[in-house]
């Protein structure tokens, strides 16, 4: 009996195959593109979800007391929202006075310059060769009268600051619908996976939920220390606005790496106008002592303890999230990578049954 040919030789590849090739890699270059240009709005979801993850310890634990859930929810955004009022209450004040007490006084600080360098021989060579104070006393004196050439800069930093709000009322609305039917729909999808696979998917919300709460938890204990410890301190030294600048410090100390040592630079530059050098010296050495204990002891403590990675994963990741995603890559690679671990020890729970269980969730979720 005859053979019948095959329709393509051994080894090649038929067109349907080079289409289907084709066809993918086509999708995911759109869907890439697709995500670049919907970037902005996908970085707000995403900022929402971990806003509403971190919220729902605090809903929770009202709606246990209250045992109304909107009442819950209402009372942690009203909070939430009051927050930034305080802060710009308490820090606008002096900074504004600080302002004006410079504009008014750089005139006398120029004179201060001057009077220096008539003492000392060197900086008098100086002067002579480049005329500097006279040039600094000249433009100290019209500064006062250029305040009002900085228009233009404040409409810019107006318009920045209503795209800010916009976006931040925009990424709260998110996550309130989030926190108020984010877990529904968590759980719908859950229960179309099986009853075993739905149990393991309820368990890993409920791990890493926890997780994220700790987090944040574990961050604002750690920005209070800092924010304590820097107000001591100032106390100690004299410098005016101690509670404020204390306020500085427990904002910025929120931001991992670069924010202790923003926080250190601002209120350095404040004691300058204090008791020059005495004070700046006592300072800068209390700051880098303290950021050194911060960053290899407190921090990579605390958020191993609160999100049970170790402490390597937690600089590691830090790291590796300020690198390519800057501020906001800092602040949520611990909760991200905390995420990914309790997926990983779940998944391989789920494939390994006779694994001992996972242990207890330290929150109920609702």
Do not use: C
Not at 67 to 93: E, K, N, T, W
Not at 124 to 143: C, F, G, H, V, W
Not at 184 to 204: E, F, M, N
């Amino acid at each position: 009996m005859p053979a019948v040919p095959s329709s393509a030789a051994p080894g090649t590849i038929s067109a349907r195959v080079v289409l289907r090739v084709v066809l993918v890699v086509l999708l995911v270059v759109f869907a890439l593109w697709l995500i670049y240009l919907l970037r902005r709005p996908l970085t707000w979801i995403f900022i929402a979800g971990f806003l509403a993850t971190a919220l729902s310890g605090p809903v929770n634990w009202l709606h246990r007391r209250t045992g109304r859930r909107g009442v819950s929810i209402a009372l942690v955004y009203l909070a939430l929202i009051l927050v930034p009022v305080l802060l710009a209450a308490i820090l606008v004040p002096p900074i504004v006075e600080q302002l004006n007490n410079l504009i008014n006084n750089l005139p006398a600080y120029a004179q201060d310059l001057q009077d220096l360098v008539a003492r000392n021989d060197r900086l008098r060579e100086l002067e002579q060769d480049y005329n500097i104070t006279a040039e600094l006393q000249k433009q100290a004196s019209t500064l006062p009268g250029r305040v009002g050439d900085a228009a233009g800069i404040l409409s810019d930093i107006g318009l920045g600051l209503v795209n800010s709000v916009f976006a931040g009322v925009t990424i709260i609305v998110l996550s309130l619908f989030m926190i108020g039917s984010g877990r529904t729909w968590l759980d719908w999808i859950a229960d179309r996976q099986g009853p075993d696979r739905a149990d393991w998917l309820k368990r890993l919300y409920d791990r890493i939920g926890v997780a994220v709460g700790n987090y944040v938890a574990g961050a604002l204990g750690q920005a209070v220390i800092a924010g304590v410890l820097a107000y001591i301190v100032l106390l100690i030294l004299g410098v005016p606005y101690a509670g404020s600048l204390a306020v500085v410090i427990f904002l910025l100390d929120l931001v991992p790496l670069v924010g202790a040592t923003l926080g250190a630079i601002l209120v350095g530059i404040i004691t300058l106008f204090n008791d020059f050098p005495a004070t700046t010296i006592i300072w800068t050495i209390w700051s880098i002592i303290y950021q050194q204990v911060e960053n290899n002891v407190i921090q990579p403590r605390i958020q191993s303890r609160a999100v049970s990675v170790h402490p390597f994963v937690v600089l590691t990741s830090v790291l590796f999230g300020s690198t390519l995603f800057g501020v906001l890559g800092a602040l949520l690679a611990i909760p991200i990578a905390a995420a990914l671990q309790i997926s990983i020890v779940e998944y391989n729970r789920l494939r390994r049954p006779e694994d001992p269980p996972a242990p207890p969730v330290t929150a109920d979720a609702e």
